[in-house]
């Protein structure tokens, strides 16, 4: 099954059951850190987990946060979009570490593990980039058309994933196995687009996980 038609599936779900079912198989991949004496993917879990409350705890202790920040914090409040990032950090962690296993996919058994990654990583990133812009837009702060909407968080998206995989070549020599060819690195930014022009059509098709209410 495609990265696609998964995304598709997981619209259909209750976004608090995806984000709940995300918690639970990183808390998987926490139990199997501490199995294996694993400090990295501890850490790694236990930060991944505590993000995946955010959502719940800015609902809960921030209902009603600044004017002058709503626009920025939006993301935060949709279910929708967290749902989604929820699916990108659970798989993230699980190619890490396999739960229950010494698998590491990511870096290890299978390298190209890291595409799925991207992929989903592009579709969250161009969400929340799209939705803030949007939200500028809708508060008068920019004044956007869907088209210039859809340039500017392309843009933002390939600017961020420039800057990763720039990071990425920089850590290197910090970190022994990771190394990756510029055939690698042009490969993730593909995937990255990809995810992005997924998480487009997922907008204006299936109005998931917003609406773009501007004119062309």
Known sequence: MGCSHIAILVISIESKTVLNISRFIVFLGLITAFIHQRVDHIYRTFVALMGLYIPDMVEKYFPNPPYKLRSFLAPLYN????????????????????????IDLFHKEWRNA???SHFLGGMVVWLITAEI????????????TR????????????????????AEKLSESEISFVHESTVNKVRD??????????ALYLVLKRKYSFEINLKH
């Open 79 to 102: 279910r929708k979009t967290m749902a989604l990032l929820g699916i990108f950090i659970a798989v993230h962690v699980s190619l890490v570490n396999v739960p229950f296993t010494t």
């Open 133 to 144: 812009l949007l939200n500028l837009s809708n508060g008068r702060y920019l004044n956007l």
């Open 147 to 166: 088209r210039r909407l859809i340039l500017y968080s392309f843009l933002t998206l390939f600017f961020l994933s420039f800057g990763w995989e720039v």
């Open 114 to 116: 890291d595409m799925l």
């Open 189 to 198: 930014s593909i995937m990255n687009a990809l995810g992005g022009l997924s």
